[in-house]
């Protein structure tokens, strides 16, 4: 059978999960609207700001929206933080102090943070360097966070516990809201002191719900689900309003906090790409199944399996070496609109262990709420796929992969 036909076979078999998912994304959709309408959003809040932004409108009702939405006390929403892990940094250097400790549940949190921790060697200006001290739960057998151990870990002593909402660089599942709040629950009832802080990244708007009211803080990036593929970089932290004041503090100064901060560029593309997200999300989803329905047919192991839940928006299909990863990163890279003719290599890549493969031929640089996908070199042979602005894009590049495999397995 030819490769469109395979899709469109697939596509049938589909429909009654991308019903689901299409309901799913119909109710945040509203969500998000009633949170404009709440604020009365204005064209005046889509201006630029200067200088030290004082009073800027639109910043401060920006993250009034997102405090609803995330159903949260607060917000901090700004263009200066340059990634998902600078947002989860800023949190953790914020409200962590010399003797504190910090306990991740879910095992060794994604790469990038690992330096941020001071797991690579207590670097300077790391947590570690700081004296702050660091400790992990191992996942259990099947992946997933071990409860009982959990319990054992969390203490008087316990300052903060750490949890990674999705995947990173590991084939555990992502963990869905139900999850977090009995994660949550078990915290607190060992120290009901402790900070709760979520790795929320790839993990919003994929549920009905968000985790504001189950954590006491969260943090991620604007370029992936929350900017829509709109927002030209930026991060958010969400949570309680104190929590989120000494975040703002960490990245501003003590006694500004969020009172600074101006965007020359303006708010807009903020506003309209959290408006579109839930649909957005819901592009990268369809695709994401997709991937997973016609790879498990060609035999491969993917994760998850193209009829398990998914509380975050990231499709790891396992590969049989390190030359077909490559074939599929390429194919990815081939089937993008920027970028299109570059060759991809293995390579090194600031914070992370392995040398790394990266597509992501995207409008704006790195964004993974784009279709893009990457693979660190290492065993099992796993490439983490990620985004997809619309289903046809998705669509034509799984046909694409089609093609590339079948011809040559």
Not at 60 to 89: C, K, M, N, P, Q
Not at 319 to 338: A, D, H, I, T, Y
């Amino acid at each position: 059978m030819e490769p469109i036909g395979i899709i469109r076979h697939a596509e049938k078999k589909l429909a009654g999960l991308y019903a689901e998912l299409e309901e799913t994304a119909y109710y945040n959709q509203i969500k998000i609207l009633e949170a404009f309408q709440a604020e009365k959003i204005r064209d005046y809040h889509f201006s630029p700001s200067s200088g030290y932004g004082y009073g800027d409108i639109g910043r401060d009702s920006l993250e009034s929206v997102y405090a609803r939405v995330f159903e949260s006390e607060d917000a901090l929403i700004r263009s200066g933080i340059a990634s998902g892990t600078h947002a989860i940094s800023i949190c953790l250097m914020g409200l962590l102090r010399d003797g504190d400790s910090l306990l991740s549940i879910c095992g060794s949190p994604y790469d990038t943070l690992g330096r941020v921790i001071g797991k690579g060697g207590a670097a300077r200006g790391t947590l570690i360097d700081r004296g702050i001290s660091y400790s992990e739960v191992a996942l259990d057998n099947e992946g997933k966070p071990d409860i009982e151990r959990i319990a054992q870990n969390v203490g008087p002593s316990t300052s903060m516990v750490l949890i990674q909402r999705s995947r990173g660089y590991s084939l555990r599942p992502a963990l869905s809201i139900a999850q977090l709040a009995e994660l949550s629950r078990v915290v607190r009832q060992k120290n009901p002191q402790a900070i709760i802080m979520l790795d929320n990244c790839y993990g919003e708007f994929t549920e009905k719900a968000e985790p504001g009211r189950i954590v006491d803080i969260m943090a991620g990036s604007l370029i992936k689900n929350p900017g829509g593929g709109l927002a030209t970089g930026g991060g958010y932290i969400c949570g309680k309003a104190n929590l989120v004041e000494q975040a703002a503090w960490q990245l501003t100064a003590p006694g500004l906090g969020k009172e600074l901060g101006s965007n020359p560029a303006g708010h807009r593309t903020y506003y309209q790409g959290l408006f579109m997200a839930p649909h957005t999300v819901l592009q990268a989803l369809k695709g994401a199944i997709l991937l997973a329905y016609v790879f498990e047919e060609m035999g491969y192991n993917t994760l998850p399996k193209w009829n398990e839940a998914r509380p975050d928006i990231v499709q790891v299909v396992q590969l049989k070496n390190e030359s077909e990863v490559l074939r599929f990163c390429q194919v990815v890279q081939s089937g993008s609109p920027v970028d299109s003719d570059l060759r991809l290599e293995f390579a090194p890549m600031p914070g992370y262990e392995d040398r790394v493969v990266m597509a992501a031929g995207t409008f704006i640089q790195g964004s993974s709420i784009e279709l893009s996908c990457d693979a660190p070199c290492r065993e099992p042979y796993s490439v983490y796929i990620q985004g997809g602005l619309t289903y046809e894009h998705c669509r034509y590049v799984a046909c694409r992969l089609l093609e590339e495999f079948n011809q040559r397995s």
